[in-house]
Nanobody
Framework: QVQLVESGGGLVQAGGSLRLSCAASGRIFSSYLMGWFRQAPGKEREFVAAISWSGDGTNYANSVKGRFTISKDNAKNTVYLQMNSLKPEDTAVYYC?????????WGKGTLVTVSS
């Protein structure tokens, strides 16, 4: 089992920045892929960014490339999402995800609201 707890969400004006954190605990292995997803009101959950525990490879949705940066601190078992140049369309609940093969673990999410 893996437990994930997100923090760092809030209200920010367009053009502003936020940093989300995801604290992971439990049976975390180097093969895990860690990521962020988001779900806006009335929309399906979508992929935002991902990073592997064991390496530095990252992947981003086109909509956030150049604005968001995913990073990790293995010693703290924490994954971060630095969000810059935020837009109103970034408003959503952001979920931390841990994936090992076909097994997914999810946090409860943190709300990010970007005002225009």
């Amino acid at each position: 089992q893996v437990q994930l707890v997100e923090s760092g969400g809030g209200l920010v004006q367009a053009g502003g920045s936020l940093r989300l954190s995801c604290a992971a605990s439990g049976r975390i292995f180097s093969s895990y892929l860690m990521g962020w997803f988001r779900q806006a009101p009335g929309k399906e959950r979508e992929f935002v960014a991902a990073i592997s525990w064991s390496g530095d490879g990252t992947n981003y949705a086109n909509s956030v490339k150049g604005r968001f940066t995913i990073s990790k601190d293995n010693a703290k078992n924490t994954v971060y999402l630095q969000m810059n140049s935020l837009k109103p369309e970034d408003t959503a609940v952001y979920y931390c995800n841990s994936r090992n093969g076909a097994i997914d673990y999810w946090g409860k999410g943190t709300l990010v609201t970007v005002s225009s």
